[in-house]
């Protein structure tokens, strides 16, 4: 392989062309790539205002919030605000048929009334860096296997140098497929309180019908603090901690948004895939996509239909049926902008043009010509194994919620047969202190329902080589209402009582007679056979074609050389950059760039839980006085803008020229949810709330106008 330059820069190639709008960019990069740009498109600062070291930036108001979303700082007392659905969760742990925050929402009406989240944590980033060559030492002239040991033990040393004797967290992510490797410091502030949220008819106004679609009306929005020692440092939950002072915080505009106003995004996007070659998006195009989306078809349908019946299971299945429900529709929605785009045909056509330039330098047979063989033979084996990884992940892992303590009881049972005396005692331990809150948010009957429609969706879906011995025939002999009396109600892992009696009274002796409980055995069979026969593949296939990848990377890097390119997002801090713009969808159809409140009553049903608008906010709309928040006689609500945006953009600050908070993102229009993969720049639009209309709500429908005291407002 000819040696590639090491670029101090982040690239991305979108398959035909090239827009400013594309891109997700790594911020210490912004001035010598993108701020020229971003200026001539309106923006009024500096590359150093959004990130610098030395001196408070916007870096310092982002973080990464939970597991998955943005959020950031609104004031110097550590209020921090991201989505509804960011925070759901919480709410809905808190929540109870007596308290029920989704329903009726939560405003803490003073400091002492703001509820603490166990286990949620903001991450701030302290610095990145470059480690390219640091990582890559000592990997040259040896084999792929000896390569990547160094790297890890290369990356162990560079990371655990920078924690600072555990003060610091710290990550070492690949860039290109392992072309480049930077550094990412974090500090992590442990103790997070709820302060407000709206009612779900507000916060999730709409519900799966509305998601992932425009116009939108959703108050997407909900209100967290974040707690620090007396020194401002990180701390576990204590009454004694105070409200963190960061260095920085966003101010917020009531100046609104106008089209084509420059509006930049700022926050930790998941992952995006935009150099797959053309064999991986039909694979999922074809085959991954439509395969998980028919699977959570019937846990929706299920699930559903069971909370429409009883509030109690609404509430416990509130914050699960949407993260199904998410991805569900964001896969139908990428299937038709992958169809519309040609995705495929589209991949094949550069791939043929990298093929041209390949010859045209003399590197096609020493160096892509095997890369492109690899792919044939890889994709071929990758399909296979896939196909059964995708089941039985929705299934077995990810479907049937009994098999979650099927799961810790295995580790429990696992560590007896090895006489690891401590494990066992952490073990158990740990799956005593997680029952309360499985069953919390558990119905039996629901589980049983799933279980006796999910167990043959796996056998009818996967090749017989891909089950465990006699699988199938146990399965189709029973009829589902049988299959629940043979197999899940002779458990013990359904009865609560007796189960936690087990496990924290039991003997071990006692405990390994789990090993014959009819759902502990098969969750055991399922997980075996996926851990020696389909995991280890696809893993194996995947090292492969990462290797492949990264040379595959390096070539079009090469080809690409001097143009200003973003990697793929791997949750890490990007910008993106781009204008308020609406769109056209279809032949005869025009979307505006914003919505309004007058847009929220029109679709008020009563009889459907998620259009049910809330009588106060059905008030303040009759009495016509919106006050300081009134544009046009109306309350704006959302905005659309051509910001490259994917998952983990959740809570982003949207900010304008000035970087004055104007809106938090929370979602993408329907017609644009194959940006992942390939963007469109007609179609791709990122939507968030109006930030005007989350002080609305705040100030005119919660009455808990007291924490505009400590905003920063720009009239």
């Not at 929370?666 to 109006?690: K, L």
Request: aromatic share 12%; glycine share 8%.
């Amino acid at each position: 392989m000819k040696k590639i330059v090491l670029f101090t820069l982040v690239t991305l190639l979108s398959v035909g062309y090239l827009f400013a709008k594309e891109g997700m960019w790594i911020p210490i990069l912004l001035e010598k790539y993108n701020l020229a740009e971003m200026q001539e498109m309106g923006f009024k600062l500096n590359a150093q205002d959004i990130y610098d070291v030395n001196n408070a930036c916007m870096k310092d108001a982002v973080v990464i919030f939970g597991g998955g979303c943005t959020g950031e700082l609104i004031s110097g007392d550590g209020l921090l605000i991201t989505n509804h659905h960011c925070g759901y969760r919480n709410i809905q742990s808190h929540s109870s048929v007596e308290n029920d925050y989704l329903t009726d929402g939560f405003w803490a009406m003073n400091r002492s009334e703001e509820l603490s989240n166990p286990g949620l944590t903001v991450r701030f980033l302290e610095y990145m860096e470059d480690v390219t060559e640091k990582v890559l030492e000592g990997t040259e002239s040896i084999s792929e296997e000896e390569k990547q040991n160094q790297i890890k033990k290369n990356s162990s040393a560079i990371q655990k140098e920078a924690a600072i004797d555990g003060k610091f967290s710290t990550q070492i992510k690949p860039l290109f497929y392992g072309n480049q490797y930077f550094l990412y410091v974090y500090k992590i502030y442990k103790d997070v309180r709820l302060v407000g949220a709206p009612p779900s008819a507000i916060g999730k106004f709409g519900g799966d019908t509305d998601n992932w679609m425009w116009p939108r009306h959703t108050g997407d929005f909900s209100l967290f603090r974040v707690y620090a020692d007396k020194n401002n440092e990180p701390a576990e939950y204590s009454e004694d901690n105070v409200p963190f002072k960061p260095k920085k915080f966003f101010p917020i505009s009531m100046k609104g948004v106008q089209e084509n106003d420059f509006t930049m995004v700022f926050g930790y996007p998941g992952s995006t895939m935009q150099y797959w070659p053309s064999k991986e998006v039909d694979i999922t195009m074809n085959q991954r996509d439509p395969n998980r989306i028919k699977i959570r078809d019937t846990k929706l349908e299920i699930i559903g239909a069971d909370m429409e019946a009883d509030p109690k299971v609404r509430i416990q299945y509130a914050a699960k049926y949407a993260g199904i429900s998410n991805a569900w529709k964001k896969w139908q929605g990428e299937i038709k902008g992958l169809k519309r785009l040609d995705a495929v045909n589209s991949k094949l056509a550069f791939e043929k043009e990298f093929k041209k330039w390949a010859l045209e330098n003399g590197e096609w047979e020493s160096d892509y010509q095997e890369v492109f063989s690899n792919f044939e033979t890889l994709y071929a084996q990758y399909k296979k194994y896939i196909h059964a990884s995708d089941y039985y992940s929705e299934i077995v892992f990810r479907g049937v919620e009994i098999f979650r303590l099927a799961g810790q009881a295995n580790s429990i049972v696992n560590n007896i047969e090895n006489k690891q005396t401590d494990k066992v005692k952490l073990s158990r331990k740990t799956m005593l202190g997680s029952l309360p809150r499985f069953f919390k948010d558990f119905n039996q009957t629901t589980d049983e329902k799933l279980f006796a429609e999910l167990m043959p969706m796996l056998v009818e879906g996967v090749d017989d080589t891909f089950l465990p011995l006699d699988f199938a025939e146990s399965i189709n002999k029973f009829q589902s209402d049988k299959l629940i009396k043979k197999v899940y109600q002779k458990s013990i892992l359904a009865d609560k009582e007796k189960l936690t009696d087990l496990i924290e009274n039991g003997s071990e002796k006692q405990l390994l007679k789990l090993r014959k409980d009819p759902l502990f055995l098969m969750y055991n069979k399922l997980r075996m056979k996926s851990e020696m026969d389909i995991s280890p593949k696809v893993r194996s296939i995947n090292d492969e074609i990462t290797a492949n990848m990264k040379k595959y990377m390096a070539g079009i890097m090469d080809m690409k050389n001097g143009e200003p390119l973003p990697a793929d997002a791997n949750m890490t801090l990007r910008v993106a950059y781009g204008k308020v713009e609406g769109y056209l969808p279809k032949d005869g159809v025009a979307y505006k760039h914003y919505t309004t409140l007058s847009g929220i009553m029109e679709k008020d049903n009563p009889e459907i839980y998620d259009y049910d608008v809330p009588d106060r906010l059905k008030e303040i709309f009759n009495s016509g006085d919106f006050g300081k928040y009134e544009v046009n006689g109306d309350v704006p609500v959302c905005f659309t803008a051509s910001n490259h945006t994917t998952g983990g953009n959740s809570g982003s600050p949207v900010v304008n020229a000035n970087g004055e908070l104007i809106g938090v993102n929370f979602d993408r229009g329907w017609e644009g949810t194959m940006s992942d993969i390939m963007f469109d720049p007609d179609q791709c639009r990122n939507i968030a709330i109006d930030i005007r209309y989350a002080l609305f709500l705040i100030d005119r429908f919660a009455g808990a106008g007291y924490l505009l005291d400590e905003m920063e407002i720009v009239e």
